[in-house]
């Protein structure tokens, strides 16, 4: 299940769970809803999501501001181009 909430100024993106390429696919409709600048925090539980949010943000022009695992779970902080 998908899940996007508001934590703190920034969209919070629940995409556990979910396989490639959804968790991408996910997050690319997210940013589109936001405004430069603004912040999205994705929740993923897919293996190559490190890899696939890298990418992702490297094509896209969006910043990954952070890549981090806690308790099992990725966790990326990415900024809105």
Do not use: W, Y
Not at 1 to 19: N, P, S, W
Not at 33 to 52: F, Y
Request: net charge neutral; charged share 25%; with cysteine.
């Amino acid at each position: 299940m998908t899940k996007d909430t508001h934590q703190g100024g920034e969209v919070v993106l629940d995409v556990r769970q979910l396989a490639c390429p959804l968790p991408i696919l996910r997050a690319k409709k997210s940013l589109s809803a936001m405004c430069s600048g603004e912040g999205l925090k994705v929740l993923a539980t897919d293996q190559g999501s490190p890899n696939d949010f890298r990418d992702f943000c490297s094509k896209t022009g969006n910043e990954l501001l952070s890549s981090a695992t806690e308790d099992g779970e990725f966790v990326f902080l990415i900024r809105r181009r």
